[in-house]
T-cell receptor, first 110, second 113 residues
Framework: EDQVTQSPEALRLQEGESSSLNCSYT??????LFWYRQDPGKGPEFLFT?????EEKEKERLKATLTKKESFLHITAPKPEDSATYLC???????????WGAGTKLIIKP | ETGVTQSPTHLIKTRGQQVTLRCSSQ?????VSWYQQALGQGPQFIFQ???????GRGNFPPRFSGLQFPNYSSELNVNALELDDSALYLC????????????FGPGTRLTVL
C-alpha cells in the first residue's frame, strides 16, 4: 500500500536554529514528491516538486532533497514567520492522486 | 494568493442533512481536485474532475459527489451528513490533469452536529 510518513509530528526551534524535517514514502512508482506549507485555517501553499533521487531545490531558507526512500526539508536560520505546518505528498505513476503525510508542525520562537 | 476561492468559509449542519460546497478555480485551469482534511491530518483525496468529468476517486462513499462547470467553478455535494464528515474541505485547481502544481483554495470548515 502506498504510504507517506512525516517526522517529527512537531518541532520547536529557536530563531536561527537550523534543522530538518523528514518525509519517508513507500510507493509502487514515484512520479513526483511535493512539499507544501499550510498556515492555520488556510489551504496548503506549494513550495517544491522533486522528481528523482539526488534532486535538490531551494527557496529562501528552505532546501528540499530527495532520495529513493525519503525527502528532507532543511530549514536554515529560521525566522518566526516560518512557523507553519509543512506537508509532504507523493504522486504515483499509476494515477494523478496525491497521497499526503500528516505534516510536521514547526514552531520558531523569537 | 492562488486565485482559487471557496464558499462558504464556515458551515454548520446537523447529521442527516445535505451540503453543497463551492469552488472557483483559476481561469484556464481545467482540472479540480477536492480533499477532506481532518484536524491534525493531511488532506485525503476525494475526487478529481477534468473537463467536467470525474477522473479519479479516493476511498469515499457515493454520498460524496461533485460537479465541474465550464466557467471553472465546481461543487462538492455531501448527502446524509455524518459526524465524521466534520473537516476542512479543500479544492485545488491545476492547469491540466497531469500538472504538477495544484493551487489550493482557503477551504470550507464544515461542522456536523
Amino acid at each position: 500500500e502506498d504510504q507517506v510518513t512525516q517526522s517529527p509530528e512537531a518541532l520547536r526551534l529557536q530563531e536561527g536554529e537550523s534543522s530538518s524535517l523528514n518525509c519517508s514514502y513507500t510507493v509502487s512508482g514515484l512520479r513526483g514528491l511535493f512539499w507544501y506549507r499550510q498556515d492555520p485555517g488556510k489551504g496548503p501553499e506549494f513550495l517544491f516538486t522533486l522528481y528523482s533521487a539526488g534532486e535538490e531545490k531551494e527557496k529562501e531558507r528552505l532546501k528540499a532533497t530527495l532520495t529513493k526512500k525519503e525527502s528532507f526539508l532543511h530549514i536554515t536560520a529560521p525566522k518566526p514567520e516560518d512557523s507553519a505546518t509543512y506537508l509532504c505528498a507523493v504522486q504515483t505513476d499509476s494515477n494523478y492522486q496525491l497521497i499526503w503525510g500528516a505534516g510536521t508542525k514547526l514552531i520558531i520562537k523569537p | 494568493e492562488t486565485g482559487v476561492t471557496q464558499s462558504p468559509t464556515h458551515l454548520i449542519k446537523t447529521r442527516g442533512q445535505q451540503v453543497t460546497l463551492r469552488c472557483s478555480s483559476q481561469s484556464g485551469h481545467n482540472t479540480v481536485s477536492w480533499y477532506q482534511q481532518a484536524l491534525g491530518q493531511g488532506p485525503q483525496f476525494i475526487f478529481q474532475y477534468y473537463r467536467e468529468e470525474e477522473n479519479g476517486r479516493g476511498n469515499f462513499p457515493p454520498r460524496f459527489s461533485g460537479l465541474q462547470f465550464p466557467n471553472y467553478s465546481s461543487e462538492l455535494n455531501v448527502n446524509a451528513l455524518e459526524l465524521d464528515d466534520s473537516a476542512l474541505y479543500l479544492c485545488a485547481s491545476s492547469l491540466e490533469m497531469e500538472a504538477d502544481t495544484q493551487y489550493f483554495g482557503p477551504g470550507t470548515r464544515l461542522t456536523v452536529l
